[in-house]
């Protein structure tokens, strides 16, 4: 995709107002799970954003990176009770995710702890701003992370910071930039 064509797409996301996700997770692997997520509109505005109670613990390194430890979930809603609002949120092609296909096998991988809910997240789908990203900076494929990513758009990232409402803050501001939207 040329850089022109990523510009017009990512127009016509952002036309179709989406909504902007982003997780904390208790690790990278087949059993991590979500342990905070948020969800933005086009706007900004929040819809959602609460800590999630896994079924296994954070990783050392998980919570080293966003500072989420076991005991800050022991009162947080299980995935299983707040699946449904999620999808609710999610329409079909309306949701963009900084690389989705980590983040929709984090969500797939929440909902296989409650095996009732399975089928909750087995239709979600996202735009992924990374890879359009990827395409916007013409580069020969090199994928970035997002606050290499943000830095680079000139969107200030505070450092050691991670949480899943700036995360997904963040993945908009990357976004309105690429469309050339001025940066609010």
């Keep these: 995709m040329t850089r022109n064509e990523v510009i017009s797409k990512v127009n016509m996301i952002l036309d179709s107002n989406p909504v ?12 991590a799970q979500v342990v905070e997520i948020a969800i933005l509109d ?3 505005r929040v819809l959602l954003n609460t800590l999630v109670r ?25 995935f299983l009770t707040i699946v449904n609002d999620i999808r609710d949120l999610l329409s079909p092609g309306n949701c963009v995710i900084y690389n989705a ?3 929709l096998r984090i969500l797939r991988q929440s ?4 095996q ?3 089928r909750a997240c087995d239709s979600l789908t ?12 013409q580069d020969g494929g090199k994928w970035q992370n997002m606050h290499t ?7 200030r990232v505070p450092e050691n910071l991670h949480s899943a409402a700036l995360d997904a803050h963040l993945t908009r501001m990357i976004m309105l930039h690429m469309a050339g939207t001025r940066l609010c």
């Design 20 to 31: 902007f996700l982003d997780t904390e997770t208790t690790g990278l692997l087949s059993s």
């Design 42 to 44: 086009t706007d900004g």
């Design 54 to 78: 896994p079924t296994v613990p954070v990783s050392d390194e998980a919570r080293r990176l966003h500072g989420i430890c076991d005991d800050d979930l022991e009162d947080a809603p299980a």
């Design 101 to 103: 296909a980590f983040y």
């Design 111 to 114: 909902a296989d702890a409650y």
């Design 116 to 118: 009732a809910s399975r």
């Design 126 to 137: 996202a735009e992924c701003a990374m890879r359009l990203y990827t395409g916007f900076r």
């Design 149 to 155: 990513a943000a830095s680079e758009c000139g969107i």
